[in-house]
C-alpha cells in the first residue's frame, strides 16, 4: 500500500471505530434511562408523548429518579428571601400540596386493604385514609339502593352489612381506616367500610354477577355542577387520579356515586370528553337492585379532601407556578382542541388581548363597565374585547377565548376559573376580591398566571348592596363603580407582567 492509501484505510478505521463507539455509549445510555424509569410508559395518548424531546425519556416529576432537568413540566421555584429556613420551608410545602408531590404522596402512600393470592382474585388498594382507592374484581350487591326513595345524593348506607361489597382476596384488617369521614367529599371511607373478603370470584360467568362490567370504571363523588371552580375540583383530582392510577385512556366509564333520586345538574358536560370517549358520565341508580361485578374500577380523588387540590389547597406565600397546573393546562387543551389564535406574538406589532368578562347577574356588576373599556381602549395599546360567559355560549368557545386571553379581566366570581386556560404568560385581573382575598389569588399562583386586584377603596364605590346580606359578604352582594384611571393603571401592571414573559419569538406549539 501506498503511503496515501495507508492514510485513507487508518481514515476510514478510526470514523468506524467512532461510529461504533457513540453507537454502544447510546445504547447503555438508553438502557440505563429506561432502567431509571421502568414505570414511565409513553404512548401517543400520553401527554408526554406531545412534546419535544420525548425520546430524552422526559417524566413528569413524581416518579423515581426523575431530576428536575427532566421534567416536561416544571414550575417556578418560590422567590428566594433572607429566611433561609422559612423559603426551604415553602419550596417544600409547594412542592407537596400544589405540586407534583401531590401526586407522588398519594401514590407512594397506596397499600393493599385486600391482597391478591393469585392474578385472577380481587384486589383493593388504597391510599392513606382512603382518599383514593383501585380495585380489581370488585363486587357490589345495589339490590337494595332504594335510590328513587331517598334524596340524599351521596348516602354512606348503601352496603349496611357485609358480604354486599368486596372481593375474593386475603383482608388486611389492621390496614382499614377507622371512624368517620368529616366530609362525604373528602374520603371514601364510609362507603368502603363493609368491603370485606368473599367465598367466590367475582368474574364474567359467575352467577353472583348479574351485570359485569369489563371496561375501566372511574368511580366520582360530584362537588356543585353549576359552579366551575367546584366543578373543576372534580376534573383536577379527576387528571391527578388519572397520574396515580398510571393511565390517560379515554377508553373508561365515568361513575357517579349518586345515591338519591334528585340525579345530577351538570352545566359543563363538555368537560367530559376530554377524559372519557362517552363525553358523559352515568349515575350508580342504573344498577338499582342488581348485583354488579366491576373488572377495573378507581375511585377516585374527591373535590373537598383536608389540604386537597384546589379546593382547600394551602399555597405558600411568594411561590408561584406549578408544574402539575401546566400539565393539567396542556391536557385539557389538547383534549377540547382548543387553537392559538395569536399569529403575530413577539412582534413589535403585537397588542396584548384583553378579554373584560361582563357579568349580568343581579350582584357584583361594575354598573360603570362602559366607561372602564372607553378609557382601555382610548389608550391604543390593546386588543380589547367584552365577553359574556354564559349559557348562551357554548362552553368550548368559552374556553377558546380565554386560551387566547393575555390579560383576563372579571370581578370575583367563578368564571375567574377562566385562568386555568390562559396562556403561560398570562396574568389575571380580579377587578375586586369582595374580601375573599385569596381564592382566585392562589389559583392564579397556581396555574402560574400573574395576579392583579383592586386595592385603593377610596377609588372604588358600592351603589347598591343587598339589605338580606348586612351582616354577612356584603361585598359580593353589591354593586359597584370604579375609577377608569386607576382601572387602566391596574390594567397596565397586568400587562408589564406580561410583556415581561412572553415569548420574544414565534414558537411553534409543542402540542
Known amino acids: 500500500l501506498t503511503t496515501m492509501e495507508k492514510g485513507k484505510f487508518c481514515f476510514v478505521l478510526c470514523c468506524l471505530w467512532l461510529f461504533v463507539t457513540n453507537a454502544y455509549l447510546s445504547v447503555v445510555a438508553q438502557g440505563s434511562s429506561t432502567e431509571e424509569n421502568a414505570d414511565v410508559e409513553l404512548s401517543f395518548d400520553d401527554p408526554r408523548a406531545w412534546t419535544r424531546g420525548a425520546q430524552r425519556q422526559r417524566c413528569w416529576g413524581y416518579e423515581a429518579n426523575c431530576p428536575e432537568s427532566r421534567r416536561m413540566f416544571r414550575g417556578t421555584p418560590c422567590i428566594r428571601t433572607s429566611d433561609k429556613h422559612g423559603f426551604e420551608r415553602r419550596q417544600s410545602d409547594f412542592w407537596r400540596y400544589a405540586d407534583w408531590g401531590y401526586v407522588a404522596h398519594y401514590k407512594d402512600s397506596m397499600q393493599d386493604l385486600c391482597s391478591q393470592r393469585s392474578a385472577s382474585d380481587s384486589l383493593l388498594r388504597c391510599s392513606r385514609d382512603s ?3 383501585v380495585a380489581k374484581n370488585l363486587y357490589m ?17 348503601v352496603f349496611q352489612k357485609a358480604g354486599l361489597l368486596g372481593g375474593r382476596c386475603k383482608m388486611h384488617d389492621d390496614r382499614v381506616p377507622k371512624g368517620k369521614q368529616p366530609d362525604v367529599l373528602m374520603t371514601w371511607v364510609d362507603e368502603l367500610k363493609m368491603y370485606g373478603g368473599l367465598k367466590f370470584k367475582p368474574q364474567p360467568n359467575a ?19 353549576v359552579n366551575l371552580y367546584h366543578h373543576f375540583c372534580d376534573f383536577f383530582n379527576l387528571y391527578a387520579t388519572q397520574h396515580i392510577n398510571g393511565s390517560f385512556s379515554r377508553d373508561v366509564n365515568i361513575l ?4 338519591g333520586s334528585m340525579g345530577y345538574h351538570d352545566l359543563f358536560k363538555a368537560v367530559w370528553s376530554a377524559f372519557t370517549h362517552s363525553g358523559d358520565f352515568s349515575l350508580l341508580g342504573q344498577y338499582e337492585g342488581k348485583r354488579v361485578c366491576f373488572r377495573d374500577a378507581v375511585f377516585s380523588l374527591n373535590a373537598r379532601m383536608a389540604l386537597g387540590l384546589f379546593y382547600s389547597s394551602p399555597v405558600p406565600e411568594k411561590c408561584h407556578g406549578s408544574g402539575l397546573f401546566k400539565a393539567f393546562h396542556r391536557h385539557m387543551v389538547h383534549r377540547m382542541n382548543l387553537t392559538d389564535t395569536r399569529t403575530d406574538v413577539g412582534t413589535p406589532e403585537y ?3 384583553v378579554k373584560f368578562m361582563s357579568r349580568k347577574t343581579r350582584w357584583r356588576r361594575v354598573l360603570n363597565q362602559d366607561e372602564l373599556i372607553a ?3 382610548k389608550t391604543s395599546k390593546y386588543d380589547v374585547e367584552v365577553v359574556e360567559y354564559s ?26 376559573t377562566h385562568t386555568l386556560f390562559q396562556p403561560d404568560w398570562g396574568s389575571l385581573f380580579e377587578l375586586y376580591n369582595c374580601e375573599d382575598i385569596r381564592c382566585y389569588r392562589d389559583l392564579a399562583a397556581l396555574r402560574g398566571a400573574h395576579y392583579v386586584t383592586w386595592q385603593d377603596k377610596s377609588k372604588l364605590t358600592v351603589v347598591e348592596a343587598s339589605p338580606e346580606h348586612a351582616n354577612s359578604a356584603t361585598e359580593k352582594f353589591s354593586n359597584y363603580r370604579m375609577d377608569s384611571a386607576e382601572f387602566v393603571r391596574l390594567v397596565e401592571e397586568a400587562a408589564v407582567a406580561v410583556r415581561k414573559r412572553l415569548p420574544k419569538r414565534r414558537v411553534k406549539d409543542e402540542l
Open 131 to 133: 382518599t383514593m382507592c
Open 141 to 157: 350487591d345495589l339490590r337494595q339502593l332504594n335510590h328513587k326513595q331517598h334524596h340524599k345524593a351521596y348516602r354512606t348506607d
Open 207 to 225: 352467577k353472583q354477577c348479574d351485570v359485569w362490567v369489563e371496561k375501566p370504571t372511574i368511580i366520582m363523588k360530584f362537588d356543585s355542577g
Open 256 to 259: 357517579m356515586w349518586n345515591t
Open 351 to 353: 397588542r396584548l388581548r
Open 375 to 377: 378609557a382601555l381602549r
Open 391 to 416: 349559557h348562551n355560549m357554548p362552553l368550548l368557545d368559552q374556553f377558546q377565548i380565554s386560551y387566547n386571553a393575555d390579560i383576563l379581566i372579571g370581578m370575583h366570581g367563578a368564571g375567574l
